[in-house]
């Protein structure tokens, strides 16, 4: 059974940082792209940043320069570390997975496994 846990979600105040790691589980991952989208209250789920497993990364224009994503095939995890936080990066974040191996570092949101969710809070 697949699992990605998430962790390292919490309440921030503006200009602040947080690292969110995510553990894989269930199967191998180290071949296939993962990372994380975010989903807004009353907004539709969105691609925040991706990586493969030879470590090419895409992020979206709003995590650009501030957001670096990186994983650790070893223990297959990613990690999202976010710098410079604004009130509108809150959101849940979720992490994901990508179901075929090889993929690019631009997930689809159809064809990914999904994590449970962790919150993070910015605050103004």
């Known amino acids: 059974q697949v699992q990605l846990v998430e962790s390292g979600g919490g309440l921030v105040q503006a200009g602040g940082s947080l690292r969110l790691s995510c553990a894989a589980s269930g199967r191998t991952f180290s071949t296939h792209a993962m990372g994380w989208f975010r989903q807004a209250p009353g907004e539709e789920r969105e691609f925040v940043a991706g990586?493969?497993?030879?470590?090419?990364?895409s992020y979206a224009d709003s995590a650009k320069g501030r957001f670096t994503i990186s994983r650790d095939n070893a223990k297959i995890m990613v990690f999202l570390q976010m710098s410079s936080l604004k009130p509108e990066d809150t959101a849940a974040y979720y992490c994901a997975a990508d179901r075929g191996p090889l993929g690019t570092s631009k997930l689809e949101p159809s064809r990914v496994y999904w994590g449970q969710g962790t919150q993070v809070t910015v605050s103004s």
């Open positions: 990586i493969t497993w030879g470590d090419s990364t």
